[in-house]
């Protein structure tokens, strides 16, 4: 997959996420909506690795992953992000959801609205950039 696989990618999740979440499937919109995340991360990875050059191993293993703390900092966005926590509370709150997002999550059932709302991707705002690679695409359905 390349950078234009996972940004496409991460637009059809966030698009799973916000239907599930119409739909009151709670659950299923915050597990589809990490997905999205991953896949906008991975697309924010893909823009480092320069053409014809072979990534070092270490970036490599720490991208075939599902964990996005991990995804995020070998995107080296952390001290970004960090800022924004700073001086955004909203933003915050939604990092504290998201941050702990993981694909076991497939097995929660009891996934309260408010925090698939709080969940980023479901309230990404269209045409904005969130990362150097990723930039949301589409129509805000909510």
């Not at 950078?3 to 659950?27: C, K, N």
């Not at 497939?106 to 690679?133: M, N, Q, V």
């Amino acid at each position: 997959m390349n950078r234009t696989d996972f940004q496409r990618l991460a637009d059809l999740r966030i698009g799973d996420g916000e239907a599930l979440f119409s739909a009151r499937r709670y659950a299923g919109a915050y597990y589809i909506a990490g997905y999205a995340v991953e896949s906008a991360l991975k697309a924010c990875i893909a823009k480092k690795v320069r053409k014809h050059d072979f990534p070092d191993r270490k970036t490599v293993n720490d991208s075939y992953q599902h964990d996005l703390v991990k995804l995020l900092d070998v995107t080296e966005l952390k001290i970004k992000l960090d800022e924004k926590r700073k001086s955004d509370g909203t933003f915050n709150a939604n990092w504290a959801v998201v941050k702990d997002w993981s694909s076991q999550m497939r097995y929660e059932r009891k996934i309260s609205r408010k925090t698939a709302r709080d969940f980023c991707p479901l309230s990404l705002t269209p045409g904005t950039e969130y990362c150097d690679g990723y930039r949301r695409s589409g129509k805000q359905r909510h």
